[in-house]
């Protein structure tokens, strides 16, 4: 039983539960959340609309009916008519998939652009460091939507220029983060010890250093999946987004506006759409940053 | 030490005075910094706000090329003959015209004592100026030409023979050469602030003889004007009218209702009714001479074949827009030119027919659609954008799948008013009003094969036989054969169609009640030198 054989078989089914209590800490502390969870859920409904929407309607998002236009919220119609006549529902539920693949995507773009040069940036440090940290302080001397709306002054409007836009816009968050959490995690004696066992820089950032920054990338990119959807949002109210006759709820919103007064179900509807969606990644990343924290974690 | 801090404290001191007392001035310009004791308060304060929904895109006669810059240009830079609301030729800067025997020529004799803002005569020497530098003759030669040349284009020289009369010699007859006089963009400035001018300058505050002066422009904003007090008409009323630019139509009915402006332009027909029912807004309705098309790039070869063209004309649903998106303002184009102009003959409109259309595109090669890039302003017309996503329903229901691309106003006309090789667009959204109420100002601006951009065929239309026919109209002295002439040419358009024709625009404004006197204009003006706030 203590050979050496069995002694390592030891070591590594004590790993193994170990691993999976850390996540089960994880979920256990976030369940206990009932924010956090009424977060998930709401996000769990939009994915289940996104995916589903063709089987929750018979109507189509772009199918004009002009003998309805601006008609009222009404049995067949529940969320009423826009002004082509087009079902306000259907639409909402097709602009849930316009408005998840936006923020999934550009928050993909903007972690796959900012976390490799973020940690680069803190490992090595440095002449590179500074380089990099300047260029990313003059992005940051932006508002986020501005930047937005530069990138996609210059590629051009569109759902996919915004994706990219606002993927590029939240590069120096993801920079600064990583940037910040390397600089502290490198300096552990396990990276030390690393090194000195000679292993290559790349290996060290990937397999050592990276899994400990991976909590605060996780919780930021929670958040900044809402804010890339505001942002889109924003963008498709400026006319900068998704072109008609895409349902893209800010669009919706900044169409609707002339019939605000007649034909209020076509800006609030989309409008609680955003709310809701916002601020359910919002709630998740907070309970996200409270569980992923182990001396809160401790501590409640 | 004391006078250190005494010194500190007085900077203090002065720099707190500079601060709060900038913007202050600023803010309230006062109006009459000489007030005369004799002055008889006025009850209500004579300070006029009009918004439109698109900014001028220049106020010089050069280069103006649309009904808000008309509409602003109007009150400061008068014409010498003016159109009024019932079609006539009224007396303006010119007191009477008359031909020469052999009509060929055209003596105009000029309204006396008439001075710019800038204190400069108005005369005979003044107008030559102006139509030379208009046409680019004389002291102007090899310099570029007016957009709006063509009006004059039939005149060879402006010639002073007294201080008050000036003849213009014509190549040939010309049938309208006084209704192009009355066009907006014929205006009249003072020579010396068009000669103060730099080379590259742009002409900022128009100096004219008008009922209003320029005060400031603060672009993308508004274009404040003052009472010119020596006005020849007599002053106006109004101590200032103000044009402020809101592109958003839902705002300016808030603007209007809240007071904060005194009228507004196109009304979103959704808002009629419930305007019509409050107390103190007047709705009013008027025509207006303009047609709304969605052109061609006849350069793109997709659209060398006519069943193409006639396709997608016959794929959307005129009625259907008017009804439902204007709220049955307005009326189905039935030719290039709205009814109300001399020349016009119905020979529309093209029937709603998507299965027909889908025939035409199937015989022309194109069973399967295509894919175009539409392009159109928005804030420009009435509901612009909501009529060409309707349009982009209707062509995607027959198979053609737009995708909009959508500017402002300024930018849309650089954008697609462009030589065939720098056009983006495939088609292109546009509306014009024949302003001079004959057919030539409609026909042979948009259609003539000389008139390519960037002047105004932006569709590059070539018909040797419709430019035959707008040639022989427009040198033809005999109305009954002008008419003639112009309905062959129109049944010619009508069957190349180079557009797709949408509809003749109706005007909807909103006048608070107390506001009197405005001139709601069918050339899609709102003319404010007889009004007055009750």
């Known amino acids: ?300 | 030490m004391k006078k250190w801090l005494f010194g500190l404290l007085v900077l203090l001191l002065l720099t707190g005075l500079l601060v709060s007392g900038c913007p202050a001035e600023d803010v309230t310009p006062d109006p009459d910094p000489d007030p005369d004791p004799n002055d008889v308060p006025v009850d209500v304060e004579q300070d006029l706000v009009i918004a439109i929904g698109a900014e001028p895109e220049s106020l010089d006669s050069l280069l103006m090329n649309s009904a808000p810059a008309a509409t602003v240009s109007e009150h400061m830079i008068e014409t010498l003959i003016y159109l009024d609301v019932d079609g006539t030729l009224q007396p303006s800067l010119a007191e009477s015209w008359e031909p020469t025997e052999d009509g060929l020529a055209w003596d105009l004799s000029l309204r006396q004592g008439v001075t710019f803002h800038d204190g400069e005569p108005f005369n005979a020497e003044a107008v030559k100026y102006n139509l030379d530098r208009f046409m680019a003759y004389g002291d102007f030669e090899g310099q570029t030409a007016a957009i709006y040349a063509f009006l004059l284009g039939e005149v060879n020289e402006f010639e002073v023979i007294d201080e008050y009369t000036l003849r213009l010699h014509l190549n040939q007859e010309f049938a309208p050469i006084i209704s192009h006089l009355s066009h907006s963009f014929v205006g009249m400035h003072s020579p010396a602030s068009l000669g103060a001018l730099g080379e590259d300058e742009v002409l900022e505050a128009p100096v004219g003889t008008g009922a209003f002066k320029i005060v400031s422009w603060d672009r993308g904003e508004r274009i404040v004007m003052e009472r010119n007090e020596d006005y020849w008409g007599g002053a106006p009323e109004l101590e200032t009218v103000t044009f402020v630019f809101v592109p958003e139509a839902g705002s300016r009915v808030i603007m209007l209702e809240t007071g904060e402006a005194h009228a507004i332009m196109a009304v979103p027909p959704t808002e009629i009714d419930r305007l019509e029912a409050e107390a103190d807004i007047d709705v009013v309705f008027e025509d207006s001479v303009r047609v709304i098309y969605i052109g061609f790039n006849l350069e793109d070869e997709r659209f060398n074949d006519v069943r193409v063209r006639q396709a997608l004309n016959h794929a959307v649903d005129k009625e259907a827009i008017i009804a439902t998106i204007f709220q049955g303002v307005g009326s189905p184009s039935s030719a290039p030119v709205v009814p109300a102009v001399f020349g016009y003959t119905q020979v529309g409109p093209y029937e709603y027919n998507p299965e027909l259309a889908m025939e035409l595109l199937a015989e022309a090669g194109f069973e399967d659609g295509f894919d175009i890039e539409l392009f159109h302003p928005t804030g420009r017309y009435p509901q612009d954008s909501t009529v060409i996503e309707a349009v982009q329903a209707m062509f995607a229901e027959v198979g053609v799948n737009a995708s909009l691309t959508t500017y402002d106003w300024g930018t849309y006309l650089d954008t697609v008013i462009v030589p065939p090789e720098q056009a983006e667009h495939d088609l292109y959204m546009l509306g014009w009003g024949t302003v001079t109420l004959d057919a030539d100002y409609g026909l042979y601006a948009l259609h003539h094969s000389t008139q390519w951009p960037p002047r105004n065929n932006v569709s590059y239309y070539a018909n040797d036989e419709v430019d035959a026919l707008l040639d022989e109209a427009r040198v033809t002295p005999d109305t009954a054969v002008r008419e003639a002439l112009y309905a062959e040419a129109i049944q010619l358009i009508w069957d190349d169609a180079p557009w797709v024709y949408l509809h003749n625009e109706g005007q909807v404004n909103a006048v608070r009640s107390n506001v009197h006197g405005l001139i709601h204009h069918p050339l899609e003006n709102i003319l404010a030198w007889d009004a007055y706030i009750e």
């Open chain 1, 1 to 300: 039983m203590f050979n050496e054989k069995g002694q390592v078989d030891a070591v590594s089914k004590l790993q193994t539960p170990k691993r999976d209590t850390e996540l089960r800490q994880v979920w256990r502390h976030l369940r206990r959340n009932r924010m956090a969870m009424a977060g998930l859920i709401v996000l769990v409904i939009f994915l289940l609309i996104a995916i589903f929407a063709p089987f929750i309607t018979q109507h189509d998002p772009i199918q004009r009916d002009f003998g309805r236009a601006l008609d009222l919220p009404s049995e067949e119609h529940i969320l009423g008519n826009d002004w082509l006549g087009r079902d306000n529902f259907t639409r909402i539920l097709y602009g849930s998939r316009i408005s998840l693949a936006i923020g999934l995507i550009s928050v993909t773009i903007g972690m796959l652009l900012g976390v490799p040069i973020g940690a680069l940036s803190g490992y090595y440090g440095g002449r590179f460091d500074i380089l990099i940290q300047r260029v990313i302080d003059i992005l940051i001397a932006f508002p986020g939507i501005l930047l937005a709306i530069v990138v996609v002054a210059i590629l051009g409007v569109g759902i996919e220029n915004v994706m990219i836009a606002v993927g590029i816009a939240s590069v120096p968050i993801y920079t600064r983060l990583v940037r910040g959490s390397v600089l502290s995690v490198k300096e552990q004696g396990y990276v030390a010890a690393a090194k000195a066992l000679g292993i290559g820089d790349a290996r060290i950032i990937i397999r050592h250093i990276m899994p400990n920054c991976l909590g605060p990338i996780i919780v930021q990119s929670t958040f900044q999946i809402a804010t890339a959807i505001l942002w889109a949002a924003g963008l498709g109210f400026l006319g900068l987004g998704a072109q008609p006759p895409d349902p893209e709820w800010g669009r919706m919103l900044s169409d609707g506006r002339q019939y605000i007064r007649t034909a209020h179900h076509l800006t609030t509807y989309p409008g609680l759409a955003i709310l809701f969606m916002v601020l359910g990644f919002n709630l998740l990343g907070d309970g996200l940053r409270d569980a992923l924290d182990p001396r809160s974690r401790k501590y409640k």
